[in-house]
């Protein structure tokens, strides 16, 4: 018997070479891309849609109508990350996939076809998650991306401050975080922070004072300080006094207010940090766990020369399901036209119900943080940030194979 493994097929050497060029071209060639594959292969047209930065609209690439991402079939492959085939009217299909680049959601592929069999979704699949890698890898380097993902003119300090968040949403099999923040196109100085390393997750919140290019300056020092203390080894008390240190050393007249988090993937062992920031919300089953990560207040980042005593970092546990929310005080105070504030009882409450329903955490933000924009009628008066950390490790097995509880 033979161990020769099969020839590639047509489509399979097809996405070869794609992947081969994909490297150095840019994400406005991905329509082209696209439409290359699906009609050399038979299969029909395609339409590569990418979500605007607010995650209201999916914008076609090479032009053409936006779809609003809720009340559409595309914003239900969307929201949901699943393929969606319907009838197009005319006898023929319409397949919608999601493109996803890990766990961060880039938008969506349509495709129109008049039949598609298994080999045809499978390769369509395939190139779906060609193409967000393709986007994904070059959107750094290309401003082709920032243009067919923005509907409105962006301010200075939200273009410096946005060019050092990472992406939205990371993820693991045992844990994802995710994070949203508006306004948009007007960033003044809030800012977070995820990375994956060794078995754990680093995350944080920033908000520096003001509204205004100094305090995304102020933002964006206290990122690259984290980072920087991170990469070099840096215990999380280490990782605060550096980031005090670097305010007091270049912005002494500004200070930021952050909670620092580092989560043991594996054991569920929550280290954390709070400086002048109100501490974490802990969810667990379908209720807040009052006060849990609450502790004596600190003062914020830049300041602590002032309180004359060392940064405290503490220690929890987690348990399978649990989920972590970080958020900046422009969430809970925002108010809407009668002046009420949205208040964090209601914060809470919308992610319970919205989790206990089954929505993947970043639709759970994408809806909360448009609920906070509907409530100030789109005009926040101040940032509003929330991040949201799900643990869920795999339950463990017991030595005669059986789960352990």
């Keep these: 018997m033979s161990n020769r493994p099969p020839p590639l097929g047509e489509g399979e050497e097809l996405l070869e070479q794609l992947l081969a060029s994909g490297r150095t071209l840019d994400p406005a060639d991905v329509p082209a891309i696209a439409e290359r594959f699906t009609r050399t292969l038979g ?25 609003p991402i809720d009340g559409s079939l595309a914003g239900w492959c969307y929201r949901t990350g699943s393929l969606r085939v319907t009838e197009d009217g005319g006898g023929g299909l319409q397949a919608w996939f999601p493109l996803v680049d890990g766990a961060e959601r880039l938008g969506v592929l349509l495709v129109g076809a008049r039949q598609l069999d298994g080999t045809g979704l499978r390769r369509c699949r395939l190139l779906a998650g060609l193409l967000a890698t393709i986007i994904a890898s070059r959107r750094h380097t290309s401003d082709s991306y920032a243009r067919n993902t923005r509907a409105d003119t962006m301010t200075l300090p939200a273009e410096m401050l946005r060019a050092f968040l990472p992406a939205r949403t990371l993820a693991t099999p045992q844990v994802v975080s995710t994070a949203v923040l508006e ?29 205004d290019l100094a305090s995304g300056l102020t933002a964006a020092v206290a990122l690259a300080a984290c980072r920087n203390a991170r990469r070099n080894g840096a215990d999380l008390p280490e990782l605060v006094r550096g980031i005090d240190q670097a305010l007091t050393d270049w912005f002494p007249d500004r200070f930021a207010t952050g909670v620092f988090l580092r989560l043991d993937i594996a054991t569920g062992t929550l280290h954390w940090s709070t400086c002048g920031h109100p501490p974490p919300l802990l969810i667990r089953g379908e209720q807040v766990v009052a006060d849990a990560l609450a502790r004596a207040p600190e003062p914020p980042l830049g300041l602590a020369d002032l309180a004359g005593a060392p940064r405290t970092t503490h220690t929890a546990s987690l348990l399978p399901g649990d989920r972590l929310l970080m958020y900046t005080d422009g969430v809970v ?54 991040m949201m950390i799900e643990w869920q490790p795999p339950p463990l097995r017991r030595p005669g194979g059986g789960i352990q509880p």
């Design 333 to 386: 105070e925002a108010k809407g036209t009668a002046h009420e504030m949205f208040g964090l009882d209601r914060f809470a409450e919308f992610v319970i119900r919205a989790t206990a329903a089954g929505e993947p955490a970043p639709e759970v933000l994408r809806r909360l943080i448009h609920a906070l924009l509907a409530n100030q009628d789109s005009q926040l008066t101040d940032d509003a940030t929330i």
């Design 183 to 211: 306004p948009a196109y007007d960033l003044g100085g809030d800012a977070f922070e995820h990375a994956l390393a060794g078995g754990v997750l680093h995350a944080a919140v920033l908000d520096a004072m003001g509204h």
């Design 43 to 67: 299969i029909g047209d395609s339409t590569v849609y990418l979500a605007d930065i607010q995650q209201n609209r999916l914008l076609p690439v090479s032009g053409g109508t936006a779809v």
